[in-house]
C-alpha cells in the first residue's frame, strides 16, 4: 500500500495513484487532495489530484475499452452475472466505506453502516433489472417484412458524485452505465473520494476488463475538462443546480447526453389531521437527518395558519432536545457540517432569514463544542415563502415554517419554487395523501416523511433535475434506441 494518510479501518492501495485503463497509475502531477474530519478539523487522508491532463487519459481509456473492447458486445445476462459479483465485493467492504463516509463528511458512525448496507443491494437490484429488461423487441410495421428495436450503451460515461452520499449515488451511476454496455469514468468529490476508491479496487477484483471502469479524482477545473471532452457520450451529474446548469450548457452544444439530480427546495404539506405532537417530531428529526444536507431534505413545513404558533413552539420544544455531538458518540443525533465553507454558507442564510422571518430557536454554533463545524438545528417561523431561505438550497439543519390559509393555498405554495424534487404529505388520511401528491410538482413525494426507494425511478422537476436514475428507468437512461427494417426475420428474433 502507497504511504498516505487515511482515516483508522480504511485500507486503500493505491490512494496516490489514479486508475485508468485497468492499472493503478501516476497521476500527471504531485498535487494532492487532504480530506478533513469536520469533527475535529484536523487531516483524515490524502489521495491523489488529478489534472486536465489525467482526465483525457481517462476518456482515451474508456473510450477505446467501450469501441475496441468485448464489454458493450456482452450479453446482458453475462453482464448482470458481473454485477452480482461487483455486490459481492463491495460487501465486504461496507464497514471500511461507512468509516469513510464518518471521517471525510461526518456522517453518524451509527447510521453510516445501515445506510451503506443499502449498496449492494441495489447493485443485486440493478442486475435483476438488468436479467429481465428488453434490449431488444420485435415491432409492428407497415414498410418492411420485420422492425426491430434494439437499445444500445449510449457510450462513455462520465459520472460526476457529490460529497454528501458519495458512495451510493456513484455506485447507482455506476451499475446503471455497467449494466447498460457503456464504460464510466467516476469523478468524485475532492472531499469524499474513499468510496469511488473502493469502488475501482473492487471492479479490478472481480475482473473487469481494462476501461471499463475508470477512476480520477480532480477539482472543478478538471472536472469542467472532463465534462468537456468529446470523448465523453454522456455525463451523469449530481450537485448543485448551478453546476447543473453549466454540464447542461456543454452537453447542449455538443448534443450529448446528460442526466442531471440537482438541488432541491422540498415542501412537507401538514394536514389538520396530523397532530402538532406528531408533526414536531417528524420534521425535527428529519431535517437533522445528516445536519440537512440532503438533496430531498423537507426544508419547507407549510401549515394551516390557525395552527402556525403551536406547530412553531413544539418544533422549537424538539430542537431543542435534539443531542448534538461528534459523529462516533453513540447518542448524537445531529453531528457537524461536513467543510467550513458549508458552515459558513448555512450561517449566511440564516442571517439573510433574520431579516426576513421570525428566529424562533437555534441558528447557533453549540457553545459546548470547541472544534468541528457545528450548527445548531434552526426554525424559522412566519417565512414569505417568496423569501430566500424559502427559495434557495440551505443544505443545513434550517427548517422554514410557511402558514397557509387551506389545502389549495398549501399545494400552491408548495409549487412556488424553481425545485421539484421531492415532497410529503403529512396526513393519516392515504386519498388525501394521493391527491395531494398528484398535484405537487416533484420527482417524489411520500406520505408521512422522507422517503426514497432507489430500485424505483430517483429524479426531479423544473430546475431540480433532468432525467431518473434508478429501477429500469434508471437503465434505460444509459441506452440509445435504434430501430432497424429488415427484408426478412433473423432466425434469433422470437415471433
Request: proline share 6%; charged share 25%; net charge negative.
Amino acid at each position: 500500500m502507497s504511504q498516505m494518510l487515511l482515516p483508522e479501518g480504511v485500507s486503500i492501495r493505491h490512494p496516490d495513484k489514479v486508475f485508468i485503463g485497468g492499472a493503478w497509475v501516476s497521476p500527471s502531477t504531485d498535487k494532492t487532495f487532504t480530506l478533513v474530519n469536520p469533527n475535529t478539523e484536523q487531516p483524515a487522508g490524502r489521495v491523489a489530484a488529478a489534472v486536465e491532463a489525467d482526465m483525457d487519459r481517462a476518456v482515451e481509456a474508456a473510450r477505446n475499452a467501450f469501441d475496441e473492447g468485448s464489454w458493450a458486445a456482452t450479453p446482458p445476462a453475462e453482464r448482470a452475472k458481473v454485477l452480482y459479483r461487483l455486490a459481492d465485493a463491495l460487501k465486504k467492504r461496507e464497514d471500511e466505506i461507512a468509516k469513510a463516509w464518518t471521517a471525510q463528511v461526518g456522517m453518524l458512525s451509527p447510521a453510516a453502516p445501515l445506510i451503506v448496507a443499502g449498496g449492494a443491494a441495489s447493485v443485486q437490484h440493478m442486475a435483476a433489472v438488468t436479467e429481465s429488461y428488453e434490449f431488444e423487441k420485435p415491432a409492428e410495421t407497415t414498410v418492411a417484412d420485420t422492425a426491430i428495436v434494439v437499445r444500445e450503451p449510449v457510450g462513455v460515461v462520465a459520472a460526476i458524485a457529490p460529497w454528501n452520499a458519495p458512495y451510493t449515488i456513484m455506485l447507482n451511476k455506476v451499475v446503471a452505465a455497467l449494466a447498460s454496455g457503456c464504460t464510466v469514468i467516476m469523478k468524485p468529490s475532492p472531499e469524499t473520494p474513499l468510496e469511488a476508491y473502493i469502488i475501482a479496487e473492487a471492479a479490478e477484483d472481480i475482473g473487469l476488463p481494462p476501461g471499463v471502469v475508470n477512476l480520477v479524482c480532480g477539482d472543478r477545473a478538471a472536472s469542467d475538462h472532463l465534462v468537456c471532452n468529446h470523448g465523453v457520450d454522456k455525463v451523469s451529474f449530481t450537485g448543485s443546480t448551478v453546476a447543473g446548469k453549466r454540464i447542461a450548457s456543454v452537453c447542449g452544444e455538443r448534443i450529448a447526453r446528460c442526466t442531471l439530480e440537482l438541488g432541491g427546495k422540498s415542501a412537507a404539506i401538514v394536514r389538520d389531521d396530523f397532530s402538532t405532537e406528531e408533526a414536531a417530531k417528524l420534521l425535527t428529526s428529519t431535517i437533522t437527518i445528516f445536519s440537512g444536507q440532503v438533496c430531498a431534505m423537507l426544508s419547507r413545513a407549510i401549515v394551516p395558519r390557525r395552527r402556525h404558533d403551536e406547530l412553531a413552539d413544539a418544533i422549537a420544544g424538539e430542537m431543542k432536545k435534539v443531542k448534538i455531538g461528534y459523529s462516533d458518540a453513540p447518542d448524537t443525533q445531529l453531528g457537524p457540517l461536513a467543510m467550513a465553507r458549508q458552515r459558513d454558507r448555512v450561517e449566511g442564510y440564516i442571517e439573510k432569514g433574520k431579516e426576513t422571518a421570525d428566529l424562533i430557536t437555534g441558528g447557533q454554533r453549540p457553545s459546548h463544542l470547541n472544534r468541528g463545524y457545528f450548527i445548531e438545528p434552526t426554525l424559522f417561523a412566519n417565512v414569505d415563502n417568496a423569501s430566500v431561505i424559502a427559495q434557495e438550497e440551505i443544505f443545513g439543519p434550517v427548517l422554514s415554517l410557511i402558514p397557509c390559509d387551506d389545502e389549495e393555498d398549501a399545494i400552491r405554495i408548495a409549487n412556488e419554487s424553481n425545485y421539484g424534487l421531492n415532497g410529503s404529505v403529512l396526513t393519516h388520511d392515504h386519498e388525501a395523501a394521493y391527491r395531494i401528491a398528484r398535484r405537487m410538482r416533484s420527482g417524489g413525494v411520500a406520505q408521512n416523511g422522507m422517503r426514497a426507494d432507489f430500485a424505483l425511478p430517483f429524479g426531479g422537476f423544473k430546475q431540480s433535475g433532468i432525467g431518473r436514475e434508478g429501477g429500469a428507468e434508471g437503465l434505460a437512461a444509459y441506452l440509445e434506441t435504434k430501430t432497424i427494417l429488415l427484408d426478412g426475420r433473423p432466425p434469433h428474433v422470437a415471433n
